[in-house]
């Protein structure tokens, strides 16, 4: 609950303090409809897809790297 009170907080801080550096989460909140509005569920999903799937890509493209770099710095010595 404390992790979410924390991310909701960091929503609106950078939504208000921050003129044109937006984070992900708050351009799409910014120029998608609300919830209440009619058909905008497809709209809010397509954009979640679109922003996710560049990063899943990536990661799998160079899931071999992560792991390995992972693994190495968590071995101590």
Do not use: C, D
Request: aromatic share 8%.
């Amino acid at each position: 609950m404390f992790t979410l009170v924390l991310v909701y907080h960091e929503f609106l801080l950078v939504s208000i303090l921050t003129q044109s550096n937006w984070t992900l989460a708050v351009a799409m909140r910014q120029f998608l409809p609300g919830i209440s509005v009619a058909g905008s569920l497809p709209l809010q999903s397509a954009a979640a897809v679109s922003a996710a799937l560049p990063l899943v890509i990536v990661v799998l493209i160079f899931q071999k790297q992560l792991v390995k770099g992972l693994s190495a710095g968590s071995v101590k010595g």
